[in-house]
């Protein structure tokens, strides 16, 4: 038998695809599919634009693009690599100084800045203290900048002069605002900036002295990349290389976090998506076994067949895919401009790679849920043109499930979800599914002894569901699928977002205190406790080096680029506590139990921990003012850094560090209105430095608020795919009904006896379907709160309402879904039969 040219297939596809265009099923299809490729491309997106955004956001919070810090200038060749590679570049110089007037002396943190700092961001100063902020260039030679703080405490007017070792300085604005001032807590003592021209003039810095340089370069990503891995072989033990990417761990959780939350409602319109292109591929499917064969009678092979109608999803598919890539695309714009108020940096131009990741989404959802029912298209007997019972052979059901499970899988590798919520989701689906269809079987077979007495009505509108016990469960369980993930999506906007705004109320510190001495710790914390109703306590610090962990050289144990290689390279900041801190959490071991052991013990964070392979009872050795001191572990903890709070990878047993000399560090909330006082703090103890982190947090509540109102607008991509899961069950059992309500019209059924029947019907489907769901919800939210965001799950009652949002809604739409079969002609139908 002679071969059809693909070319003639295609074009025969291409026919009947347009003249079946206005069939039910198919408007359901291409409606499902590019609901999934525009909420998958709408959210590729803007995950992807809105990450650039907060990452350029947070290359203000270092000043630059990429940065070089040392405790020694950098060396020639390190600044020569980055003009090959055309960066732009400027240096910063930090050190500590006592700036000097005729009546007082005031120990600061000094800035010597060249005229091309900042790189990124802006510098802000006012005329005079608490007057209008302006942005601008920094102080030229002779001139400095100095904070309002700064003023006060030495009674400085504009225009005086103050002395930052040999060199008189002019002060002529008040400094207001550094970009990169919150890159690092510890180098935001109260401050002076003055040109980098007059640093040697003034002989501060000398061999020995404790300074901070900082190379800053901006570029582009190539540029910096091929920068950082040429100087990458030379860097010397002082020296690392900062990025955004490696900026403070609350901005990295909180857009982890919200990627994590975009991901999930994405997912849940995708997956509904599919479930609906499931549904409409079934019945595309089914309404064409006879016109498959008779062009199989006509000498169309299977596998012609076959390909015919795959064409025709082809086709259908990547129309839709494209579509609805383009509506993805326009609707992360109308995204952003609902955000125009809230994300306030540069929003980077978009790419074409999540418009081709979409549309791959919607292909891999239109193979993996579409190609099992339409297989049977291939193996539908030409007999049937003279036998309309004659069915093909179903495909296997590993090959129905395993390809949607495929499918499944392959989008979820593309919204990039860990395993944990992968398995949370899945296997909560899962198990619901199981118990929740067993448990509605059982009912409908109650259900039948129960309709025995019942009126015409409901013995109509429920023999529907009794007919087809498992058709009913389906049909119950895809209906469930949506109500649950809207609840589920819902949920994540009401409750889990605001658990974790919750984290970071208003209240929460926006300063930091160090070096507070131990002769003023008691009158720091009485005045503290009059300025703000939320303070930390006070925790002793004391700097500390780890050298050795049982006895071998800490270097050689940890591997380079690792949190603990980090780690060991500079002091860290080590306290000892008589109770855990209220926002850290015992994961191993015991805090202290009064019984005296071997060595003291020590608490270990304990992702650091993990970094340095250390575990309970081995044995650490610092250097801690010119002696070691060697420590049991006693505990690993897990520490929330998103807390703002004094937070710590080392705390010691009480009475081990005590006869080392220690400053004192803690956190307070200081409300708006009150910078006079804080002004006041500052000179009643001079030798406290009073950070203020107002901007990192305000960053944080806008990412906050962006997560927020981007659920929302997914919120409207996941009801739209719940519709379409929707009419495209209705769709799948409309023949059926158009001849059932035909046969009953014809017996003398009035229309308004089979109105009531259907809303009868749907409104029981829907009922079930809204129990399901509450059910669903509450099991899989308890597997996300408890293994995926580590959250208390308590019963969330609100759910109790989704049998009746249910009877409601699938009720309506079923009406309306279902109203060809109250009008069609029973003479008509009962002709075509």
Request: charged content about 20%; overall charge neutral; proline content about 5%.
């Amino acid at each position: 038998m002679k071969q059809v040219p693909i070319s003639r297939l295609a074009s025969l596809a291409l026919r009947q695809l347009l003249r079946d265009a206005r069939a039910g099923e198919l408007r359901v299809l291409f409606f499902a599919l590019l609901i999934a490729v525009a909420a998958s491309t709408a959210i590729g997106y803007f995950g992807a634009r809105l990450n650039d955004a907060m990452l350029l956001r947070a290359t203000e919070f270092l000043g630059a693009d990429l940065v070089l810090r040392g405790s020694s200038p950098a060396e020639p060749g390190q600044i020569d690599a980055g003009i090959e590679q055309r960066l732009e570049h400027a240096r910063v110089v930090e050190f500590s100084s006592v700036v000097a007037t005729d009546d007082n002396l005031q120990l600061t943190s000094v800035k010597a800045a060249d005229d091309n700092y900042p790189l990124r961001g802006e510098l802000r100063s006012a005329a005079a203290p608490y007057q209008p902020e302006q942005t601008g260039p920094g102080p030229r030679p002779g001139e400095a900048w100095a904070e309002a703080r700064l003023f006060a405490a030495l009674n400085l007017q504009i225009g005086d002069s103050i002395e930052v070792g040999n060199k008189q300085l002019k002060l002529n604005r008040v400094l207001t605002y550094e970009p990169d001032r919150v890159g690092d807590f510890y180098s935001l003592t109260p401050r002076v900036l003055m040109h980098l021209d007059d640093l040697d003039a003034t002989g501060v810095v000398q061999p020995g002295s404790r300074v901070s340089y900082r190379e800053l370069w901006r570029g582009e990503p190539a540029q910096l990349a091929a920068y950082e891995s040429a100087i990458k072989t030379d860097l010397q033990p002082h020296q690392r290389v900062e990025t955004a990417k490696d900026g403070n761990r609350q901005i990295g959780g909180a857009l982890g976090r919200a990627e994590q939350y975009l991901n999930l409602a994405s997912l849940a319109a995708v997956l509904l998506a599919g479930v609906a292109v499931a549904l409409s591929a079934a019945r595309f499917a089914a309404r064409r076994f006879d016109a498959s064969a008779l062009l199989r009678c006509l000498g169309l092979s299977r596998n012609e067949a076959l390909a015919l109608y795959t064409l025709q999803l082809a086709y259908l598919g990547l129309v839709a895919s494209a579509v609805g890539a383009l509506l993805g695309w326009a609707a992360q714009h109308g995204l952003f401009f609902l955000l125009r108020d809230l994300v306030v940096s540069e929003v980077p131009p978009a790419t074409l790679w999540p418009a081709l990741a979409g549309i791959a989404t919607g292909l891999v959802a239109l193979a993996g849920f579409a190609l099992p029912p339409l297989a049977a298209l291939g193996r539908v007997p030409p007999l049937r043109v003279l036998r309309r019972d004659m069915m093909p052979i179903p495909p296997s059901s590993w090959l129905v499930y395993g390809a949607a499970v495929v499918a499944l899988g392959l989008i979820m590798w593309r919204l990039s979800l860990n395993l944990k919520i992968t398995l949370a989701l899945l296997g909560g689906g899962l198990v619901a599914t199981l118990v929740l269809g067993g448990l509605l079987l059982l009912a409908l077979k109650g259900l039948r002894r129960a309709l025995s007495g019942a009126s015409l009505t409901w013995r109509l509108g429920l023999g529907q569901l009794l007919r087809h016990p498992l058709a009913a469960a389906g049909q119950s369980l895809a209906f469930g699928l949506i109500l649950l993930a809207m609840a589920l999506i819902a949920l994540l906007r009401g409750e889990l977002l605001d658990t974790w705004q919750d984290q970071l109320p208003a209240d929460a510190p926006n300063h930091f205190v160090l070096n507070v001495l131990p002769a003023d710790k008691d009158a720091f914390a009485a005045r503290i406790g009059t300025l703000s109703n939320h303070a930390a306590p006070l925790y002793p610090v004391v700097p500390g080096r780890l050298v050795a962990i049982n006895g071998e050289p800490v270097r050689q144990l940890v591997t380079k680029e690792s949190q603990g290689e980090r780690a060991i390279r500079r002091d860290l900041s080590l306290t000892w506590a008589q109770e855990l801190p209220s926002d850290n959490r015992l994961t191993a071991g015991r805090w202290w139990d009064g019984a005296p052991g071997e060595l003291p013990g020590v608490s270990v964070e304990a992702e650091l921990a993990e970094s340095l392979q250390v575990k309970l009872g081995d044995k650490l050795s610092f250097t801690v003012g010119g002696l070691t001191r060697d420590v049991s572990v006693t505990s690993l903890r897990e520490v929330n850094w998103d807390s703002f709070q004094p937070n710590f990878y080392m705390i010691f047993e009480p009475q081990t560090l005590q006869d080392v000399p220690a400053t004192y560090m803690t956190s307070f909330h200081l409300p708006k209105g009150k910078d006079r006082e804080l002004v006041q703090l500052a000179r009643d103890f001079p030798a406290a430095t009073i950070l203020q982190v107002e901007a990192l947090l305000a960053q944080l509540r806008s990412i906050l608020a962006q997560v927020s109102l981007a659920v929302e607008y997914v919120l409207m991509f996941v009801l739209a795919a719940g519709l379409a899961v929707l009419f495209a069950g209705l769709q799948a059992t409309l023949d059926e009904r158009i001849r059932q309500g035909a046969l009953l019209r014809a017996l003398g059924a009035e229309r308004r006896l089979l109105l009531r029947a259907r809303r009868t019907e749907f409104g029981v489907l829907g009922a079930a379907s809204g129990l399901l769901a509450a059910l669903g919800c509450e099991l899989v939210s308890a597997l996300l709160y408890h293994y995926v965001f580590d959250l208390r799950w308590q019963p969330h009652p609100w759910l109790l309402l989704l049998p009746l949002i249910g009877a409601l809604l699938v009720g309506s739409a079923g009406v309306l879904g279902t109203r060809r079969a109250l009008n069609a002609s029973p003479l008509n139908v009962l002709r075509e039969s």
